[in-house]
Structures are given as C-alpha cells and as structure tokens.
C-alpha cells in the first residue's frame, strides 16, 4: 500500500493483507535512475505522513495491516547500507505498533545487490551478506525479513549472442555492428552501464578499440563503447555477458525489432524455452 488512491480502491470486499512502503530516505550510492529510497524519489511514504495512511486503515473494514516495506534502489556494492535501513524501519515499526497494529510481522527489505559487470574479480555482495547485517535487529524487533535480491542471483546466468553484420570506421571511429541492440539490451543506452563482450569465434590480427553497435536508427543504440578486440568477419558472434536481470524485461519491438528466443543451456543441451515474437503475430495487437 504506496498511496491513499490505492487504499481508496479496495472496495471488493475482500480482506487485503497489506504491507505499508515507506520511504527510508537512505543513499544506496548508486546510478541516480535506480535510486529508489531517497526523499526526493517518488516512491514510498514520507515519515510526515504514516499516521494519515495508519487513519485510513483503521477506518478500513477490508485493509489488514501486517508489515511494512522500502526499496532503496539496485546494482547495490556495499551491504552495510542495509543496516542502516533496517534501524530506520524498525524504528517505524515499533511506532506502528505503538498506535495498534501490535500484530505487524513482516519487514520488506527491498534493493538489489549489484554483481561484476566488468568481469575483473571485484567481490560483490550476496544475499547473505545482506542477511547478516541486519539479522540481529529483525530478531530484537521480531520481525520475518523478506528480501529481493534477484539481480545477485540470475544476472550473471545470461548472455545475449548477436551476429555480426560488419565493420565500419567514421573518421577515426572505428564501429562493430550487430543485429543485437538497445532493443534486446537497453542497459547500456539507459544507465551508460557497462557490460563485459567478447567474440566468440577466435580473430586473428591485433586488436582494434571499436564501439559495439547495433543497427536501431538512434546513435544511444551501442551495447560497448571504446572495446578492444580484434576484428570480427561479418556473420561471426559476439556476446554481451550478464544479460540475466533488466534485460529480456527492459526489451521492446523498438524499430520494428521482434524480441528474440531465448535457451535454456544445461551442459551440452539446448533447449528454446521463449519463442521470438514473429512480425505477424506483433501485428495482430492493432486487429484485423
């Protein structure tokens, strides 16, 4: 429950077990756009107004009130900030208690662990990590913690294969172009992020700096900027690591581009486990 508009429309007469989010506003350090905790963010309730949001519960015959939550933001490096969020919540929860809802049990503690998307062995945070640092105030609280580290978990699972359509140079710029692109992979474009490639089949000769491009009409469609790599033949692959986690979900048909399949590799088996979206079953949307 987020907003008096979202509490106003349960009026199905259904009991709704409801979790309260609150804006912790904690500095999780990381990319502006996937702040999420932060006073000036949009998300979440501001400490000033819990007690209109608790009113409007009481009054509620079909709003249960059984936790609260917060999402301070994702790609997260340090697990310490963690702790300071928990202090924060606990302190709300015990006043929510306080005013009757002696029987509030759950803490959401939402935000995402970053991983190594440079792939150069820096040590990343994992769930535990997160766990132990706020373990003992969730027990003093008596609290159930649930988390949402699911970047930690699947990002590095993944990786978008692309063809290479060839290589051109501007100037001095030197370009690789794929048919993967912003509209697989938005990543890049979005966040300026970065994402470890490699070519898949071996090149001989030295290695070049190129940009890795895809062919969507927009100079923001690059997947790696400033690579050194050796120069692919036209139809070899190129991978793009890490594309487990605001990957596949961020994608788009973009400049007419259908989403891709996507495999499921165990070992030496391959198997489709999403078929690509066809040009005329996209079409189908806008009817007959």
Same mark, same amino acid.
């Given at each position: 429950?987020?907003?008096?508009?979202? $509490?106003?429309?349960? $009026?199905?007469?259904?009991?709704?077990?409801?979790?309260?989010?609150?804006? @912790?506003?904690?500095?999780?350090?990381?990319? @502006?756009? !996937?702040?999420?905790?932060?006073?000036?963010?949009? =998300?979440?309730?501001?400490?000033?107004?819990?007690? #209109?949001?608790? &009113?409007?519960?009481?009054?509620?015959?079909?709003?249960?009130?059984?936790?609260?939550?917060?999402?301070?933001?994702?790609?997260?490096?340090?697990?310490?900030?963690?702790?300071?969020?928990?202090? /924060?919540?606990?302190?709300?929860?015990?006043?929510?208690? $306080?005013?009757?809802?002696?029987?509030?049990?759950?803490?959401?503690?939402?935000?995402?662990?970053?991983?190594?998307?440079?792939?150069?062995?820096?040590?990343?945070?994992?769930?535990?990590?997160?766990?132990?640092?706020?373990?003992?105030?969730?027990?003093?609280?008596?609290? /159930?913690?649930?988390? #949402?580290?699911?970047?930690?978990?699947?990002?590095?699972?993944?990786?978008? +294969?692309?063809? !290479?359509?060839? %290589?051109?140079?501007?100037?001095?710029?030197? =370009?690789?172009?794929?048919?993967?692109?912003?509209? #697989?992979?938005?990543? *890049?474009?979005?966040?300026?992020?970065?994402?470890?490639?490699?070519? !898949?089949?071996? &090149?001989?000769?030295?290695? #070049?700096?190129?940009?890795? !491009?895809?062919?969507? &009409?927009?100079?923001?469609? =690059?997947?790696?900027?400033?690579?050194?790599? *050796?120069?692919?033949?036209?139809?070899?692959?190129?991978? +793009? =690591?890490?594309?487990? $986690?605001?990957?596949?979900?961020?994608?788009?048909?973009?400049?007419? /581009?259908?989403?891709? *399949?996507?495999?499921? %590799?165990?070992?030496?088996?391959?198997?489709?486990?999403?078929?690509?979206?066809?040009?005329?079953?996209?079409?189908?949307?806008?009817?007959?």
């Amino acid at each position: 429950l987020q907003n008096i508009i979202s $509490a106003s429309k349960i $009026a199905n007469g259904k009991q709704a077990k409801t979790l309260l989010r609150i804006n @912790p506003d904690v500095d999780p350090q990381v990319h @502006p756009y !996937v702040s999420t905790g932060l006073k000036h963010t949009k =998300f979440g309730i501001q400490a000033g107004k819990i007690e #209109e949001y608790l &009113c409007a519960i009481k009054e509620s015959k079909v709003v249960e009130l059984v936790g609260v939550h917060c999402h301070i933001g994702s790609t997260i490096k340090d697990a310490s900030i963690f702790k300071d969020v928990a202090d /924060k919540m606990v302190e709300y929860v015990t006043e929510i208690r $306080a005013q009757g809802f002696e029987s509030l049990e759950y803490l959401n503690i939402g935000g995402g662990l970053g991983i190594d998307y440079e792939r150069k062995g820096t040590a990343f945070p994992q769930p535990k990590d997160l766990i132990d640092c706020v373990r003992d105030k969730i027990k003093e609280a008596n609290l /159930k913690l649930v988390i #949402e580290p699911g970047r930690s978990l699947i990002g590095n699972t993944t990786v978008l +294969v692309s063809t !290479v359509l060839g %290589v051109k140079s501007n100037g001095n710029k030197k =370009f690789i172009v794929v048919d993967g692109s912003m509209s #697989e992979l938005i990543r *890049p474009s979005l966040y300026d992020t970065y994402h470890h490639i490699e070519l !898949v089949e071996p &090149c001989s000769g030295d290695k #070049e700096v190129y940009d890795v !491009v895809g062919p969507v &009409c927009e100079s923001a469609d =690059f997947l790696g900027k400033a690579r050194e790599l *050796p120069t692919p033949e036209a139809g070899s692959s190129l991978v +793009v =690591f890490d594309s487990g $986690a605001y990957c596949q979900s961020m994608s788009s048909v973009y400049n007419m /581009k259908m989403t891709c *399949p996507e495999y499921w %590799v165990a070992g030496s088996t391959l198997e489709q486990i999403r078929k690509p979206l066809q040009l005329e079953d996209y079409l189908k949307i806008f009817g007959d």
